[in-house]
C-alpha cells in the first residue's frame, strides 16, 4: 500500500537507455541487488510513476530520491535526477556519486519552469541521467 504522498515508479517510461526495468526500482523496501544502471556518459531512464491522490490540489514540490554508486573504475559517474513531462527532461545538474551505495536527494518546487498541480504531477515521469565527471 503506497503511504499518503508518495508518487513512485510503476510502469516503463519514454526512454530506457540503462541496462534494467521499471520492475527492478524498490519503491518500498530497499535491495541494492536489483538495479537499474548505465556506465555510459549522458544515457537516460525514464518511468512512468503511480497517479497523484485524487482531487484538485497545490503541489509545493517533489522530492526525487535515489541510491546510487559508482564503483571503482566507472565511467559514468554522476548522476542527474528529474522528471520527464510535456516532451521536455527537466534534470538537475548532478551530484558526484561515490563508490558505495548511498541516497542522494533532489528538491524542485517546479517542473520545467510550470508551478506543480496534481495533473502535472499524474502525467510526469521520474528521469534518471547519466554524466561523466570532468573537473
Not at 54 to 67: L, P, Q, T, Y
Not at 107 to 114: F, M, P, V
Amino acid at each position: 500500500m503506497l503511504q499518503p504522498g508518495r508518487h513512485v515508479p510503476n510502469a516503463a517510461g519514454t526512454t530506457n537507455q540503462w541496462t534494467g526495468a521499471y520492475t527492478d526500482i524498490d519503491e518500498h523496501t530497499l535491495n541494492d541487488s536489483d538495479v537499474v544502471y548505465t556506465d555510459t556518459d549522458d544515457y537516460t531512464a525514464q518511468f512512468g510513476m503511480t497517479d497523484a491522490p485524487s482531487g484538485d490540489w497545490n503541489v509545493r514540490g517533489i522530492k526525487i530520491i535515489s541510491r546510487a554508486c559508482a564503483p571503482s573504475g566507472s565511467t559514468a559517474n554522476v548522476l542527474k535526477q528529474g522528471v520527464y513531462s510535456a516532451s521536455t527532461l527537466d534534470v538537475d545538474s548532478g551530484q558526484l556519486l561515490g563508490e558505495s551505495f548511498a541516497s542522494y536527494e533532489r528538491w524542485a518546487e517546479t517542473i520545467n519552469g510550470s508551478p506543480m498541480t496534481s495533473a502535472l504531477l499524474s502525467s510526469m515521469e521520474l528521469a534518471l541521467r547519466s554524466e561523466v565527471y570532468t573537473s
